[in-house]
């Protein structure tokens, strides 16, 4: 009575009841609480007195310890399995969540979302595992395409619920209430998931087959390109996308909700379109990694727009780049589907630690960057952002150029090729 037996005997509806909803809900707290201080930052700001430094520390926290946290989950995972490890985890991100409530000073409340970030860090990868153990092979590119979106609908309701919920509590309330409702999902994970018996045999990756992944070629020229766009993504929208609404475009606070409600919906659709663009581009001898550079070359030019600060183009910009920035995600799948089968479980592991490391130096030091001005009435100059987003844009104009001159000898090796067919046929056809 093995893992492997068990998900025969589920139907497609208890599937979808008990594997892939409780855990689907894990990911969707996860998405909020990630990007739930995008709106939550006047409150926090007026009733802390935080400097935009302390703001983005304070919010990038989360990434930090999210990222530190995926090699001891991945190992858990495999040794214990979705169900027990996630009851822990939502425990733990539940007391973050009520300590973030209760805290007073700025480290409290830092060392508050630390935790969260501690408590959430396994809720994309233990989904997953559950997904993959539950569902047929076949299923699995769309299922998760699912989860994605519902990470989307996370983050949505970060946003303008967030706000309306506002006028009912303050923001300690709603972190109160987060708290609970983080502890009954991992406790319905916990009850309702069929337990599963192929846990408790893997063993703990050596330093060398983590190795193993970033020696790989194929991961390397895969986040050469996607991963500091990725890294940006994350810390940009979670936090500092509406910073820039409120301080350059002026928007009042229910304006900026409602712009970032657009914008993390837009996640929903951009995912769904990011799998059916790749599916369509494959049937056409078109690779996943072409896809993503055109792409990150769209995300650039968003930001490069941001940069020039056109005014009437605030509110079309701040959609685009969560829409387009969502093309991002498209480096699990080109990861998984270029490395070594016994590689893609520790290859994901790897992948997770660098973006959310890399989404914390991001939102962090795009915090720093913007203190370097002083605040006029609470907002930091348009010429602040402008400079941020500028030096976001010089970081990521090197994997594009690595990724061009990647692509140019192989268009140079085809008219070599080329030219030596005819060169060798042309003497056999010129007797005839």
Partial sequence: MGAEQQPARLSGLAVFFYVFLPFALGHYLSSLLRTV???LAPQLVGSLALSSGQLGLLTS???????????????????????????VLMLVAACGALMFAKGQQFGELVVARAVIGFGLGGCFMSAV?????????????????????VGGLGAASATLPVRLALHYTDWRGLFTMLAALTACVGLLIWLVTPRS????????????????????????????????????????????????LSDVAHFPDGAVAYLLYLSMAAVIFGAIAVGMLTEWAGRRGIQPLDVAAIGVAGFVLVQAAIVFNYAPSYQLLSVLFTLVGTITGIEYAIVAQSMPRELTGRAATCLNLL?????????????????????????????AYQVAFGVLLLLQLPGLLFYALRRRPVKCELATLSHKEEYEIGPLRSPR
Avoid: E
Avoid at 61 to 84: H, T
Avoid at 228 to 240: E, R, S
Avoid at 357 to 383: D, E, K, M, S
């Fill in 37 to 39: 201080n995008a709106v």
């Fill in 61 to 87: 926290a989360f990434f930090f310890s999210f990222a530190l946290v995926q090699l001891p989950v991945g190992i858990a995972l495999d040794r214990y399995g979705p169900r027990k490890v996630q009851l």
């Fill in 129 to 149: 595992k559950a997904i993959s153990t539950w569902i047929a092979p076949t299923r699995l590119p769309s299922v998760h395409g699912y989860l994605i979106a």
């Fill in 197 to 244: 018996n192929g846990a408790g045999c893997a063993r703990a990756p050596t330093v060398q087959s983590i190795l193993d992944v970033y020696r790989n070629a194929a991961f390397r020229k895969t986040i050469s390109l996607i991963l500091v766009p990725h890294t940006i993504f994350f810390g940009i929208q979670g936090l500092w996308i509406g910073r820039w």
């Fill in 355 to 383: 973006i959310f490391i890399g989404a914390f130096l991001v939102q962090a030091g795009f915090g720093q960057l913007i203190g370097c001005w002083t605040p006029a009435a609470n907002h930091y100059p348009a010429r």
